[in-house]
């Protein structure tokens, strides 16, 4: 696919058919992937994939601590208290899928429901779970590095057909995605991706998250003119 093209085809999908994806497929989209720059080549990414039965004991394990109130707990210390325009676009991508699926603002139960389904990695067939070795905290730079690498999945596995949700629901309880999918302890779980063959009638799935206008964040310097093109 054209690049524009795909940028603009993927978006997240938070509904998977049951069809599992070829572990073939897994290793192009990881081979494409791992062309992502990183700070001097350090690479410092470990990509562990997984499905089935280990799979479904994280989504129990992520279901039940969060019915017993377990407090998340992240390998890092994350402390992302949007502010402003960032909490604005927060609060309007999810009222966009609310709407889709039809969720009132009162009914509870089934917002509820919703983030259990974050917490159960959207019932994907795959979850794809980024870390890093723990000796490179605080690590800055690696988390960068792993967010070109998951963006690079992301579109591979778009390429081919397949959806992706990058989640930080899915690893909200480390420990449990750390016992079920062997992830040894001198690694930290930077984020995860759910991935699997789209649900076209998942209502969600046809959300189309705004972007912001490019003036809005975009400063040239040292340019001596603005063409019509650039401020479009
Ligand atoms: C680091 C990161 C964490 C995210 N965590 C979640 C999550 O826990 N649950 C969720 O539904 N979406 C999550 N998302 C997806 C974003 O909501 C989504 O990328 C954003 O709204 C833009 O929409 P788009 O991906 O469809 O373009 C996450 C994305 C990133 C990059």
């Known amino acids: 696919m054209e690049f524009e093209t795909l940028v603009q085809a993927r978006r997240s999908i938070r509904g998977y058919k049951k069809d599992p994806v070829p572990r073939k497929v897994l290793q192009e989209i990881i081979n494409v992937a791992k062309g992502a720059p990183s700070s001097m080549n350090t690479q410092p990414w470990h990509v ?3 499905t089935g039965e280990p799979l479904e004991c994280i989504r129990k394990g992520n279901t039940d601590n969060m019915m017993a109130g377990v407090p998340p707990k992240r390998d890092f210390p994350m ?9 604005q676009r927060q609060v309007d991508v999810a009222k966009q ?13 089934r917002r509820m429901d919703w983030v259990m389904r974050g917490f159960r990695q959207f019932d994907a067939p795959v979850s794809i779970v980024l870390t890093y070795d723990k000796y490179l905290e605080p690590a800055a730079i690696s988390h960068f590095d792993l967010g070109a690498v998951a963006y690079g999945i992301c579109l591979a596995a778009c390429e081919r057909g397949l959806g992706t949700v990058i989640n930080g629901q899915g690893i ?11 992830i040894p302890d001198d690694q930290n779980i930077m984020i995860c991706i759910a991935m699997g063959y789209p649900n076209e009638d998942f209502a969600a799935n046809s959300v189309k998250a705004v972007r912001a206008k490019h003036d809005d964040f975009v400063h040239y310097v040292g340019f001596e003119e603005i063409t019509e093109a650039e401020t479009a």
């Open 172 to 182: 909200m309880q480390s420990h449990v995605v750390r016992e079920h999918a062997n």
């Open 48 to 50: 562990h994939i997984v």
């Open 97 to 109: 899928l609310f709407s889709a699926m039809g969720i009132e603002r009162d009914d509870k139960k």
């Open 79 to 87: 402390k992302e208290d949007y502010q402003g325009i960032h909490r």
